[in-house]
């Protein structure tokens, strides 16, 4: 948990108020608390499915709101720590919570919080009121509330040991798939050569063997044309070597930056795709390759299933996060998990932290939003390439 001051401290009225939120809160928690003995007894009748599907969300809205409030008074930063739901269904999405370490911590805390919380706020509460207390409230106030603030804290969110086990976890997952991902790769370029710039190399050379043996035989006519086939097979595996260029670095992606290399794919789309790219400098170079070949992706399935009349793609940078979305006016359920294609660039993008989410309601529109956390190079020392 970060622990950059964000505000001034709370005074003590406004302390009061938190106490007193909380003890009403707590009312609630120990209601939550029953409902989720009550819907995981019930889960073998599928009942207690419904029941935790509405006590789960109710559950974190509460602890977001203690979260809230002890991180203004604790003068401290307490982001939600709940892993991202995925694309997908109710029981993708179930499956993800009911895997969150966090989802249990909570259910722990409820347990035990409104006790503290009851507690504690009447206490502040009882000291505010009586008048002969009242000068142990204005000093006692602000302790106790830092205490169940501290409190709330160690159960809600993860300390920084758990944050770095957290940290090594995705590391360890991130490099074994992108260890997978790289191998698979080499393998399609292994055979990308093989079956193309190999295959007509190999057609080059019994050309050129041919057509010496017809000068040998004094059959220039014959040598002719198999010169002619060998300049034929030639410019073909140039060509085959160009797309297996392409394929690993674009030249258009080194030569005119992501924006550029963007917008010549846009060029290429059977369907007006308007592009918005707002870089003020270029990213570093593996994370730039990782965008672009994710945002390729993510147009060829616009061609190939959305039905879409119009497509965009804005590109921007802000508070250190590369943003790329695309989106289309096509008929929408698109699902990332359904194919290899998107898989392989959430593979690329974990490897720098990055993330994808895709919003794909029936209908349309389908956005999807490629984000990688990275710093671009000055435009005075590299050239960045404008919107398109």
Excluded at 15 to 35: D, K, P
Excluded at 290 to 303: I, K, M, R
Excluded at 365 to 375: D, F, K, R
Aim: glycine share 10%; proline share 7%.
């Amino acid at each position: 948990m970060s622990t950059t001051s964000t505000t001034a401290p709370p005074g003590r009225l406004l302390l009061t108020g938190y106490a007193v939120a909380q003890f009403f809160l707590s009312i609630l928690m120990i209601v939550l608390f029953v409902l989720w003995v009550v819907g995981g007894v019930l889960v073998v009748v599928w009942v207690g499915i419904g029941i935790l599907a509405a006590v789960v969300p109710a559950t974190r809205w509460v602890a977001n709101l203690h979260r809230s409030m002890a991180a203004r008074t604790l003068g401290t930063e307490l982001p939600p720590p709940y892993r991202p739901l995925p694309p997908g269904g109710f029981f993708v999405k179930a499956r993800t919570v009911l895997a969150d370490p966090m989802t249990w911590r909570d259910l722990g805390w409820l347990l035990v919080a409104p006790v503290v919380g009851i507690t504690v706020s009447l206490i502040v509460i009882v000291l505010l009121l009586a008048i002969v207390t009242g000068f142990i409230w204005w000093f006692a106030t602000p302790p106790l509330m830092q205490a169940r603030a501290v409190f709330d804290r160690w159960f809600l969110c993860y300390s920084r040991t758990e944050r770095l086990e957290q940290r090594v976890q995705v590391l360890t997952e991130t490099r074994a798939d992108l260890v997978d991902h790289s191998a698979a790769e080499l393998r399609r370029l292994e055979r990308d050569l093989h079956d193309g710039a190999q295959a007509r190399l190999v057609a080059l050379s019994m050309s050129l063997g041919m057509a010496d043996a017809a000068f040998d035989s004094e059959d220039p006519e014959q040598a002719r044309r198999l010169i002619k086939d060998a300049r034929s097979t030639t410019a073909g595996a140039i060509g085959d070597l160009r797309s297996v260029v392409r394929g690993i670095h674009p030249p258009v992606l080194a030569d005119r930056g992501l924006a550029g290399a963007v917008a010549a794919l846009a060029i290429d789309m059977a369907i007006p795709v308007t592009v918005d790219a707002r870089l003020p400098g270029r990213p570093p170079a593996p994370v730039e390759s990782a965008v672009y070949f994710g945002v390729a992706e993510c147009l060829a399935n616009v061609g190939k299933h959305s039905g879409a009349r119009n497509g965009w793609i804005t590109l921007a940078h802000e508070d250190d996060v590369l943003r790329a979305v695309v989106g289309d006016d096509g008929r929408g359920g698109a699902d990332p998990g359904a194919g290899t294609g998107m898989l392989g660039v959430m593979r690329r993008l974990a490897a720098f932290d990055g993330t994808l989410s895709v919003s794909s309601p029936a209908g349309g529109p389908t956005i999807v939003t490629l984000e990688v956390p990275c710093v671009l190079s000055s435009p005075k020392t590299t050239p960045s390439s404008g919107p398109a």
